[in-house]
């Protein structure tokens, strides 16, 4: 998950990146970091927290310039520990480089190995460090960014969009299946590029377009150039930020997602058409899902859950026993709404099943008569290792088991998933294109002990053909 925003603005950056922060809060709630240049030097404040508890006013007079990056994370590479609060920063010989990154390297242990041999010291667990180390590496002999991006992204497997600041320059860019979601927008006096495109509407800028898989993306003062580095015979965009991640006013990869996930509504009910009283979402991530079930099968859509808005993500908190002690906190029922009634409840995902069982109980509590669950992605079976923190199959509650024994195990009248088929044409860019990986347990790139798809990708010097989205050391198998 984690969001990252890079900004060159001539009337400064320190406050334009706390408000895109502040939009892609939802991506991360454990850090949040900027990093700034100004002259000569390299300004950084970071730290534990939520975006409006590390910043304040004077934070951000302390952050001058007109080039800077930002971060918010989500950790799956690296503990919960201070150290790993991003971005990093590097010096060698008088340039300034920082660095932050969202995805997941599947690689990090053998980079890391590679580089502790060459007496490399590392001073956090993540794999944003190793990325930085690379690329460090690679300026001390290229003679360009390019050419250090270049010899990055040959090394690197895995899932990657990341924002670099090279002393007042800002690059961008996205790894070749495009895995990790990363857009460009126009300010009225520079560029910005972010995770989401609810960044750029905060700062009141124009929408671009995406980066491009494969694609480094430059900004300075005189503007923006970008130059393909790598290409890809198709793409594995993540699945999971149609599904829940983005913010529904986010465009991911030129698609509105609030429209795939209403159109995933309508075919949640003609997957399965059952009589209810009132369509009931679990807000948030259900709203849009329950607008369309409701509009398709002419039940009326009723809330019948409100939420704390002071309350995070509960699917991103570290522990189990968090996130089941926030449920109750964060939901409360709306009982007139409730009480009598067959309810249809919209949820996007069930993962561990827990917090669903908690939810149907409370609706049961509230005097429903029946709750049917309607869920806006296929069963999960399968870990992610590209950038979720998604359980062990043996945590994962759809992993091995029939629906029936899931629904049995959450207490719901009954249970349905949409089909994995209408899934992707409600997305409309082909299963080739998404990484199903959590679902099918296939996946874009080679994962020791799992099932991989066939790719090849082309970096500009040959076409290299594998199993490797990505390829050690730089060299594929031909």
Known sequence: MCGIVGIVDAGGVSFPLYYALYALQHRGQESAGISTFEGTTLHTHKAQGLVAEVFNSQTLQDL??????????????GSKVSENVQPFNFRYRGLNLSIAHNGNLVNTAELREEYERRGQIFCTTTDTEIMGNIIADALRTSKSMEDAVLLCMRRLRGSYATVALLNNTVYAFRDPLGIKPLCIGK????????????????????????VRPGELVRIDESGLTSIQIATANRKAYCIFEYIYFARADSVIDGTLVYDVRRRIGQKLYDTCPIEGDTVCPVPDSGIAYAAGYAKQSGIPFLEGLMKNRYMGRTFIMPTQQQRERAVRIKLNTVRGNLKDKRVVLIDDSIVR?????????????????????????????????????????????????????VRKSIGATSLTYIPLEDLVEAIGCGERNLCTGCLTGCYPVEINNEKSCHCIVDYGAGTHQSDLSTFRAGKGRT
Request: proline share 7%; aromatic share 4%.
């Open 187 to 210: 300010l009225d006096h520079g560029y910005i590029v972010a995770s989401e495109s609810v960044a750029i509407d905060a700062l009141d800028g124009t929408f671009v377009r995406d």
């Open 64 to 77: 001058p310039g007109n080039a800077g990056i930002g971060h918010v994370r989500y950790p799956t590479t």
């Open 353 to 405: 099943g827990t917090t669903s069982r908690r939810i149907v109980n409370m609706i049961r509590d509230a005097g429903a008569e029946e709750v049917h669950l309607r869920v806006g992605s296929p069963p999960i079976i399968a870990p992610c290792y590209l950038g979720v923190d998604m359980p062990t199959r043996t945590e994962l509650i759809a992993s091995g088991k029939e629906v029936e024994a």
